[in-house]
């Protein structure tokens, strides 16, 4: 199973960066069923919930800091998970985790995608 996130990079505060974290490895139906979310780590940070979102989209949930600024979205067809944020801040700066948790409890990591928030 490989999660791997794409689309972070540099922005200046005020901006917007689309992140992307697509899954290999599972079966359609597992990817449809399990929960995902995103977690993000700044430097000399303990890793954070950002975003989770309920295997068929219903719930979403998102920590305080970003409510109202980043949404978490999925394309069950696509095996892909997104989170579109706007109005980025420089605390806002991290890596980027996808994360996944199936049915059964197993519980899968991707690599991360450096987000730098900087003018």
């Known amino acids: 199973v490989q999660l791997v996130e794409s689309g972070g990079g540099l922005v200046q505060p005020g901006g917007s960066l689309r992140l992307s974290c697509t899954v290999s490895g599972f079966t359609s139906r597992t990817f449809s069923t399990s929960g995902m979310s995103w977690y993000r780590q700044a430097p000399g940070k303990e890793r954070e919930f950002v975003a989770s979102?309920?295997?068929?989209?219903?719930?979403?949930d998102y920590a305080d800091c970003v409510k109202g600024r980043f949404t978490i979205s999925r394309d069950n067809a696509k095996s892909t998970v997104y989170l579109q944020m706007n109005s980025l801040k420089p605390e806002d700066t991290a890596v980027y985790y996808c994360n996944a948790v199936t049915l059964t409890g197993m519980n899968y990591w991707g690599k991360g995608t450096l987000v730098t928030v900087s003018s």
């Open positions: 979102i309920s295997s068929r989209g219903v719930r979403t």
